[in-house]
């Protein structure tokens, strides 16, 4: 894979190429770099032509982030609404490290709006300093799924957001260096990473673990999400 895009919003990456967070981000980019283009095993009801699978592209990043590197997996945004028994409702991003708040969006484009908005609340609640979002490139997009959130088109709607959304982070698309999906890795070749994987190296490190609640639900009580836009605003 390769970084062939980048953006950065409100000086994010001023901020992320500074002392305090260079190493990280660094540390993030060359591991973005080595994500494989995993073909998907079946053919994709959406088209034929969708052929990435990128449940697999997430687990190899779980397994060199969380597992191989010390990237905390899943960080806790909000917790979960205290009348809520699956504790399902709460809020978590995809990674972070050295106050970096982290999101991979391989999906629906309407995610990754939500990705940058948890970021701003992570940064309200005093989670993290600076934003980093992953997305594919238009082209990527198009061999990967329908609807796919794509650079161009994020960097397109934060650019008229500047006055509005005060968030600094950096955006990143990306795409295959070689675009013959045929040499691409079929998704049986991820790593079969699990929660009880990425925890069991989190103890050998001395952490706590991480709840397999599968957390970042949507359904976070909306007087909880204006008061806290008002606080980022």
């Known amino acids: 894979m390769r970084i062939a895009a980048e953006f950065g919003h409100k000086n994010g990456e001023d901020i992320l190429r500074s002392p305090k967070f260079a190493a990280a981000y660094e ?19 959406t088209s034929p032509d969708h052929v990435i699978a990128p449940g697999a592209m997430n687990h190899w ?4 982030l969380c597992i191989k590197r010390d990237w905390d997996w899943h ?13 399902k409702s709460n809020v978590r991003s995809d990674f972070r490290k050295s106050r970096i708040e982290v999101e991979v969006q391989f999906g629906n484009v309407a ?4 990705d940058v908005y948890k970021m701003a609340i992570s940064l309200a609640q005093d989670h993290a300093d600076v934003g980093l979002q992953v997305v ?15 650079f161009e088109r994020v960097k397109r709607e934060l650019e008229r957001s500047r006055l509005t959304l005060m968030v600094p982070l950096v955006v990143l698309g990306i795409e295959p260096e070689d675009w013959d999906a045929d040499k691409y890795p079929p998704e049986a ?14 103890r050998r490190r001395g952490l706590a673990p991480v709840p397999d609640d599968g957390g ?7 007087d909880v999400l204006r008061e806290l836009a008002a606080r980022v605003a």
Request: hydrophobic content about 40%; glycine content about 6%; charged content about 30%.
């Open 27 to 45: 540390e993030f980019r060359a591991v973005l770099e080595q994500l494989p283009a995993y073909r998907a095993a079946k053919v994709k009801k």
């Open 61 to 64: 990043l779980d397994n060199e």
């Open 136 to 150: 594919c490139t238009k082209r990527f997009a198009a061999i990967t799924g329908g609807n796919i959130a794509y």
């Open 189 to 202: 070749d991820a790593p079969n990473v699990t929660a009880d994987d990425i925890n069991a190296a989190r």
């Open 216 to 222: 970042d639900d949507t359904g976070v009580p909306l």
């Open 111 to 114: 995610r990754y709006a939500y």
């Open 75 to 87: 960080p806790l945004i909000i917790e979960a609404d205290p009348t809520d028994t699956t504790g």
